[in-house]
């Protein structure tokens, strides 16, 4: 705490995992001697630069570019863009070192990675959002490469801005190579990358229930968010037959009771990604309650899938759900629940599956991206999604393997800390001290 000061992000996600990983390694002196997790909290590298650009008004604005290098002992740094005003170095450290664990449980060969900046795309024309990208890869593209670190989107970061931020590089480079996943169809991207992250959480919970000879088939789930991850969270819900009752976004939540139905869905897909409006317009278009300021933890449900962002979910909120019926909650965000809610779930015996697991989908299908650049390939839509259904099983059953506890629990954080660290500590072991 007093080497990294101020960073409260950074120390809860690092607590959530040695709680797990120092346990593990008391009977394993190889780790403990070649002090495995004391390097793999020191990320490799850290990129800070200023990012000036020009507004639409001709004024002059100055924003702030970071790129973290956790890990690479598995693979090349790999971990998305966040542009949100909150963005700091807590933050992406955060993102950066969790990224290194839930690279490693898709099996692929991913280093950890995350980056970003205090850019705020909200309210922002196409043009100033552009001439944002451009300046901010005009610093970032000496850092990066598709052998050495390839970024792709986060919050704040879609198709829109992964296309500028490659034309720019392209141009600084005068390369054309996969430096970039999330990319268009048309200049490389793959097939069901938009879709992965919130299938794969869906996938996820069909596993989970499935230890359970259950399914998602009929059950009520409260989902926040309203931005990709949340959005095929919800198409994949309504496919299998779930019913979706919520959405939110950072203003407030709206509740329909009857379930979130595929035209529904059309219309959020048009509200959020096309005309870029509020939630709140849903409640608006379809006479259903908007609740301002405050999140849907409140709903009764079955399951709980919190999908917008860090530190969403406190220990409250989570009795509250535990109150209200439900059985299970998976992260497609990032760190959403806070420690205190994580404990509430585990000694409840309420299934919960974290973030580095569940939303790991996203990723892989980067990580499926980037070996069909190399490949100058692109697979079907069928084949990635049967390849993301693969993967989801992987991480599951490897969280099973290691997620048992010394009384009798099956631990998912536990499973899914241990299952990501022994692969990056084996490669570091084997690489020596570097
Ligand atoms: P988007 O930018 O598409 O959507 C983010 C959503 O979360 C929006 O509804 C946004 O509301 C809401 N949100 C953001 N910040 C806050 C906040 N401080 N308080 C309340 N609501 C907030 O991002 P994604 O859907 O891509 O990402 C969501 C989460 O999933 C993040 O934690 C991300 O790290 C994680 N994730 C994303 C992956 C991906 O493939 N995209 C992969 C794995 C994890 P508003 O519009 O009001 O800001």
Request: hydrophobic share 35%; charged share 25%; aromatic share 8%.
């Amino acid at each position: 705490i007093s080497r990294n000061p101020g960073e409260n992000e950074f120390h809860q996600a690092v607590q959530e995992v040695a709680e797990s990983i120092i346990p593990f390694i008391e009977d394993k002196p190889v780790y403990q001697k070649a002090r495995i997790l004391e390097r793999i909290v020191e990320p490799e590298r850290i990129i800070i630069f200023r990012v000036p650009w020009i507004n639409d008004k001709g004024e002059i604005e100055v924003n702030r570019g970071y790129r973290v290098q956790a890990n690479s002992a598995i693979g090349p740094y790999k971990g998305g863009l966040r542009f949100h005003p909150s963005v700091n170095l807590s933050t992406l450290k955060f993102l950066a070192f969790e990224q290194t664990f839930k690279n490693s449980l898709t099996q692929l060969p991913m280093g950890g990675g995350k980056g970003g900046s205090d850019f705020d795309p909200k309210g922002k024309s196409d043009r100033e959002v552009m001439t944002f990208c451009q300046s901010f890869m005009t610093e970032l593209f000496r850092h990066i490469s598709s052998d050495n670190d390839v970024p792709a989107g986060d919050i704040g970061v879609g198709g829109r801005e992964i296309g500028f931020l490659f034309g720019q590089y392209k141009r600084l480079k005068n390369e054309f190579t996969g430096v970039l996943t999330g990319k268009g169809a048309s200049y490389g991207g793959s097939l069901i990358r938009p879709e992965a992250t919130g299938y794969g959480v869906v996938y996820f919970v069909e596993q989970m229930l499935k230890l359970r000879n259950d399914s998602i088939k009929g059950k009520t789930v409260v989902v926040s968010g309203s931005g990709n991850v949340a959005q095929y969270t919800l198409e994949k819900c309504i496919e299998l037959g779930a019913k979706v009752v919520t959405l939110s976004d950072s203003a407030g939540y709206i509740y329909d009771p009857k379930g979130i139905d595929a035209e529904k869905f059309a219309y959020i897909m048009h509200l959020k990604n096309e005309v870029r409006g509020r939630i709140k317009s849903y409640a608006d278009k379809f006479g259903c309650t908007y609740v301002e300021g405050r999140k849907p933890w409140e709903v009764p449900c079955d399951i709980a899938l919190p999908n917008a962002t860090q530190n969403e979910l406190n220990e409250d909120d989570a009795r509250l759900l535990i109150k209200n019926g439900c059985k299970l909650v998976a992260e497609g965000a990032n760190m959403p629940c806070t420690n205190e809610a994580i404990a509430v779930f585990e000694n409840e015996d309420i299934m919960y599956a974290p973030g580095k697991a569940a939303n790991a989908g996203g990723v892989a299908v980067s990580g499926l991206e980037m070996s069909q650049n190399s490949l100058r390939l692109s697979w079907t839509r069928e084949e990635v999604d049967q390849r993301l259904q693969d993967i989801m099983f992987n991480i599951h059953a490897t969280c099973t393997k290691y997620g048992h506890t010394p009384d009798g629990r099956m631990s998912y954080v536990q499973g899914a800390n241990i299952g990501g660290f022994v692969r990056v500590a084996d490669a570091m072991l084997a690489q020596g001290i570097v």
